[in-house]
């Protein structure tokens, strides 16, 4: 257990439907980053937050959205899905930002139907 | 977008030897990191290596980086079955770009018993 906490692990849905993923950071850790891993596409940087405010933005779809909680969970809202939006979605947080290593969740995996 | 590019993408090598897997990225970095990723889970961190250091030990990890040729390398040493797995490098970004990470597409590396 990493302690960075995503659900669900699974997630099957059908297309133009919208999904809601949740991460739980470490204890203490303050920023929180999503990732969609794909086999075409890799690793690809969608979003990060940082105690509660949008901190970088990478390739992430208008469709997509995202937000960090006082509580310091976050959640990555997905809507309009798309075949192409099957991945695994990873959560990753840190203590600060810039010069540390990045603990992962174990990632949810929506398949798009 | 991918920062870095891994070299081999895939390399098979036997119980014992040494494995070197290389990185090459194109923008300045604050620093880079390498995760490791076991099919369909989630990364877990093994290394990072500052700006403004050349090398790095952990266990039996060796990482250099090499600013002026945007390159690093990660050796493994007298691997193991157990090391079989994907190996990412990572570019981070300073303070100031969110300390995002930039993953390149990653070498599967695979260690026969």
């Known amino acids: 257990d990493s302690g960075v906490t995503q659900t669900p692990k699974h997630l099957i849905t059908a297309t133009g439907q919208r999904v809601t993923l949740r991460c739980s950071p470490r204890?203490?850790?303050?920023?929180v980053y999503w990732y969609q891993q794909s086999l075409d596409q890799g690793l690809q940087f969608l979003i990060q937050?940082?105690?509660?405010?949008?901190?970088a933005k990478g390739n992430i779809l208008e469709r997509f959205s995202a937000q960090q909680f006082p509580d310091l969970h976050s959640e990555l809202n997905l809507s309009s899905l798309e075949l192409g939006d099957s991945a695994l979605y990873f959560c990753?947080?840190?203590?600060?930002?810039?010069?540390?290593?990045?603990?992962f969740g174990s990632g949810t995996r929506l398949t798009v139907v | 977008s991918q920062q870095g590019e891994e070299d081999p993408q895939a390399l098979s090598i036997q119980e014992g030897e040494n494995a070197t897997m290389n990185c090459s990225y194109k923008?300045?970095?604050?620093?880079l990191q390498w995760y490791r990723q076991n099919s369909g889970r989630g990364l877990v961190h093994l290394i990072l290596?500052?700006?403004?250091?050349r090398e790095k030990h952990s266990g039996r990890l060796r990482v250099t980086l090499d600013t002026s040729k945007k390159s690093s390398s990660l050796l493994i040493t007298a691997s193991r079955a157990a090391d079989t797995a994907s190996y990412f490098c990572?570019?981070?970004?300073?303070?100031?770009?969110?300390?995002?990470?930039?993953f390149g597409q990653g070498t599967e590396l695979s260690v026969k018993p």
């Open positions: 990753a947080s840190s203590a600060w930002t810039g010069d540390y290593g990045y603990t």
């Open positions: 204890s203490g850790d303050l920023s």
């Open positions: 937050y940082y105690n509660g405010e949008e901190r």
């Open positions: 923008t300045s970095i604050n620093n």
């Open positions: 290596i500052r700006s403004n250091e």
């Open positions: 990572a570019t981070g970004s300073d303070y100031n770009q969110g300390g995002k990470l930039i």
